[in-house]
């Protein structure tokens, strides 16, 4: 019988083995990586392309070219598309980031090669028709009028502007002018241009044998998915400096009740020495439930119901946020006691138990990260992602586990000093 008084003791991670795997490559060129997992029949599809929202001037281009992959080919409208998907136990995901755009697809293995049929007229078909472009044009209008309302849709714009200024791709935000300015022509350009074999790779991962890598390649592989333009390189956000607009900025939405409150800086990407440490500094400070930030200003203070801060890492820079709503008459009072949390950071070291406790939570964290085949595919992505080695996970237990108190008060005098600091409050 276990005895719920005692608490378990902590365990440390002793063997953590984490490896890319073995590369398939298809004919036409696009690489494989395969991840195993032989414990059920279902299979996920990952396929990846360097085509995120940063390769367009207009930042909702690449986001409508993804989404309407699946509303129609040269031989099918969306609705057969759909329904033939549904049909075989499948359907797709589409996904579209700053850096990338893919489309995953869940199916049985056996049904595999008749899904890759229809996902390879997808990709070398789609004829994006105009009254579907018409119809996610209306459906972002009415978003975007919905999120005007929200002040933290407004502050987490704001802030992405203030950090990344001069047109860059990362501080670029969706309005009407954007939504309505792209043509079918514009979707087609971009789609012919990106979503080809020179620039895609896949991640399959569950039951996944020899037989499952040639039905991909009979399926994907023979074909150039008839687009004779090459990718456009990533010269865009390299080639713009990162230049922020530092300060307090106050913006008015006529919502007296609440404020939004994004407090924070431009960073750097996870291929830094500091990315590491700068994670458990900002979980020690507000990224998790018992952090500092939410002790002091929802438990103790009762100014707000959540806060909390994050290290965001996109592949060619990051920031460090803050982010809370609080009662508007109190959104001052907020900001000092951040700035209070951080001067304590600065001036005073963490003790052994709070840092001991920020490790745990962190390396148990980590762990469920891998918690199976699927999970470890979007692991294997952000690996492949951002051009980085499979130690870069080693070497984040390492970090964790052996971050000093002198560190972690060294980075917050780093990189957490109020000259440095971006403010935005919408109320």
């Known amino acids: ?18 490896s890319v795997p073995n590369i398939f490559v298809l004919s036409n060129g696009i690489k494989v990586y395969p991840i195993n997992g032989n414990y059920n029949e279902a299979l996920k599809l990952e396929i990846c392309f360097e085509a995120g929202s940063k390769f367009s001037l207009n930042p909702i281009l690449a986001i409508a070219v993804n989404s309407l992959l699946t509303e129609g080919t040269k031989t099918k409208n969306s ?26 697809i869940y199916s049985q293995e056996k049904n595999l090669k008749k899904i890759l049929s229809v996902v390879n007229e997808i990709l070398d078909q789609a004829i ?36 990344y200024k001069n047109d860059h791709p990362y501080g670029k935000s969706i309005n009407e002018d954007a939504i309505n300015s792209f043509s079918s022509s514009d979707l087609i350009d971009f789609y012919n241009s990106f979503y080809n074999p020179e620039n895609c790779y896949l991640i399959v991962s569950g039951k996944v044998n020899e037989q499952t890598l040639n039905v991909i390649n009979e399926s994907l592989g023979q074909k150039n998915w008839n687009k004779n ?15 922020s607009e530092k300060g307090s900025f106050k913006f008015d939405n006529s919502n007296k009740a609440q404020a939004s409150i994004k407090y924070g800086r431009v960073l750097f990407n996870r291929t830094h020495p500091d990315f590491f440490g700068m994670q458990v500094l900002s979980t020690l400070l507000g990224g998790y439930f018992g952090s500092r930030l939410m002790k002091n200003i929802r438990e103790e203070k009762g100014y707000t119901y959540g806060i909390g801060s994050s290290v965001v890492s996109n592949k060619d820079s990051g920031y460090f946020v803050i982010s809370t709503e609080v ?6 009072l907020t ?93």
Request: charged share 30%; aromatic share 8%; with cysteine.
């Open 1 to 18: 019988m276990i005895n719920r008084i005692i608490q378990p003791p902590f365990g440390e991670i002793a063997d953590f083995n984490f």
């Open 79 to 104: 609705i057969q598309i759909s329904n033939e998907l549904d049909f075989l136990g499948s359907f797709i995901e589409k996904e579209c980031s700053l850096d990338q755009a893919k489309l995953t």
């Open 128 to 163: 994006y028709p105009k009254n579907e472009i018409e119809i996610f044009k209306n459906i972002k209008l009415q978003k975007l009028q919905i999120n005007k309302e929200k002040n933290a849709w407004i502050a987490n714009q704001e802030f992405k502007k203030k950090l």
């Open 229 to 243: 333009s090459s990718p456009i390189k990533n010269t865009i956000t390299k080639n713009i400096p990162i230049v």
């Open 327 to 332: 009662k508007n008459e109190v959104k001052e």
């Open 335 to 427: 900001i000092q006691e951040i700035e209070k949390e951080i001067v304590t950071l600065q001036n005073v070291l963490v003790n052994t138990e709070e840092l001991d406790l920020v490790k745990n939570y962190m390396l148990g964290s980590f762990l469920r990260m891998f918690d199976g085949v699927f999970s470890k595919s979007e692991r294997l992505n952000t690996l492949i992602i951002n051009d980085i080695d499979e130690s870069h996970y080693l070497k984040y237990i390492e970090k964790i586990k052996n971050i000093s108190a002198i560190e972690l008060q060294n980075l917050a005098n780093k990189y957490l000093n109020k000259h440095d600091i971006t403010e935005i409050i919408v109320c």
